[in-house]
């Protein structure tokens, strides 16, 4: 490989050992990429999972204490999974707060955990209208460059930041210009049953989608299941417009 095509190339995920999974809202960390989670926890990788909007504003049946009933589902999930819980950033679904308010918090989060890679929604998609998935996925790609900045959000004690941290590789699921295809074949019962554990979510026809989509990605590479991403890495995340190139 020359030195031009390592510099288009999009990082593997062989080497990671501690992920960052960050999903605008309970469940879609396991229907968007609960295949390669269960990958990476059999490689022996770390995985969190960071929940970003959840329904502690609707669940009418909550009274402030423990947790909700989509949080639960959410433990529940990570469990079936083997991942680490990084926390409900407490903001309600379809919230009304803005990516730089969303992406600040997130930024606290990556510095705390340190990931070799972080993963979430693909904001950029051409038929996304959930505000949600937009504005978190277009949050966490901020949070991924602000992080390194050791100014930011602010100085502490009128000097630089000593937590400032590169996130070497960022991935997007749900997304529709993917250059990564990954084999979950092997993984795809322990997906399903990751799903299932969101019993307030899933339906038939839910399912039977989630099951399409494996087998349409799946059939690009010969595989039965797989998943696919939009990587990039860290060199990738700034003035970068060249495509970034994968498996695809």
Known sequence: MSALDDFLAAPGI?????ALFIQPHPDDNQIGAGGLIAKLVQKGAEVYELTVCDDRFVDIGYNGEGFTTRQKETLEAQKCLGM????FLGFADKTRAGV?????AIVSVIRDIKPDAVFSADSSVSNECHSDHI???QAVKYACMDAE???YPNLIDGKLRDDAYLVPMLGFYYT???NTIIDITEYYDKKTEAIGCHESQVSMPLMFAIGA???????QKGYEYAEAF???GSIHMHCYPFEVLGNV
């Open 14 to 18: 062989d080497d990671i050992k501690r």
């Open 84 to 87: 680490k819980n990084a926390g």
């Open 100 to 104: 730089e308010e969303i992406s600040e």
């Open 135 to 137: 504005k978190v996925g």
């Open 149 to 151: 900045c050791n100014f």
């Open 176 to 178: 529709d210009k993917p």
């Open 213 to 219: 989509l494996a087998g349409k990605w799946g059939e």
């Open 230 to 232: 939009k990587i990039i």
